[in-house]
Nanobody
């Protein structure tokens, strides 16, 4: 069983920065996807940034490209998300997710393909 433990998040004014981290505990295959989804009230959970640990390939939602950076520390089985130039529309509950094995790039933001989830951490951006 894999447990994902998130840390970071909080409240910040627009234009500010926050960082999130997610540590994976338990046995997880070395080749896996880890990333962040977010969900604002009344909306569906959407993919934000995903990293494929085998190659380091990163995928970003259009809404965060150029502002968010995902990275990994394989030795620690930990993934990070640096969020800069935050906007009020980035306000949401952010969930860490992971899946083992390869998936087509067109499906990396499909939440149904992720079988491990964290508890979520709140990010609030105010004007």
């Amino acid at each position: 069983q894999v447990q994902l433990v998130e840390s970071g998040g909080g409240s910040v004014q627009a234009g500010g920065s926050l960082s999130l981290s997610c540590a994976a505990y338990g046995h997880i295959y070395s080749s896996h996807y880890m990333g962040w989804f977010r969900q604002a009230p009344g909306t569906e959970r959407e993919g934000v940034a995903i990293i494929y640990t085998d190659s380091g390939s990163a995928y970003y939602a259009d809404s965060v490209k150029g502002r968010f950076t995902i990275s990994q520390d394989n030795a620690k089985n930990t993934m990070y998300l640096q969020m800069n130039s935050l906007k009020p529309e980035d306000t949401a509950m952010y969930y860490c997710a992971a899946r083992e094995g390869w998936v087509a790039p067109s499906l990396v933001f499909s939440r149904d393909y992720y079988n491990y989830w964290g508890q979520g951490t709140q990010v609030t951006v105010s004007l």
